[in-house]
């Protein structure tokens, strides 16, 4: 009967030894796992905050082509410019009161 209390003695002595190296396998997974998710968060933020600040950019340019755009619709559709362009390409004048001819309705 002894022998058969030294093999339950052995197998408890083994048991406890294999789990806290199983707990510490077990947490050196999950360090691992800690460090790869701050390695990729950090990686994802700083690849976000490099595309932000290309749209600032962009969003910047198109609001300076925007601004030029609508300056040039203004400087084109000038009441100046079409008056202008009346007289002198299109040979058109303001008409005298004896050319005016007024229209009616018929009732």
Partial sequence: M???????AADSA??????????TIALAFCL???ALSVVYTTHKSRSLS?????LKKNQRTLQLEWGRL???????????????????????HEPNPSEWV??????
Avoid at 2 to 8: A, D
Avoid at 50 to 54: P, V
Wanted: charged letters at 20%; one cysteine or more.
């Fill in 2 to 8: 002894p022998e058969k209390n030294k093999n339950c």
């Fill in 14 to 23: 083994s048991t406890g030894t294999f789990m806290p190296a199983l707990i």
């Fill in 32 to 34: 691992v796992g800690s």
């Fill in 50 to 54: 490099a595309e932000i600040q290309y």
């Fill in 70 to 92: 609508l300056l040039e619709r203004s400087t084109w559709s000038s009441h100046d410019r079409i008056w202008s362009l009346a007289r002198n390409e299109l040979d058109m």
């Fill in 102 to 107: 007024i229209i009616t309705n018929g009732k």
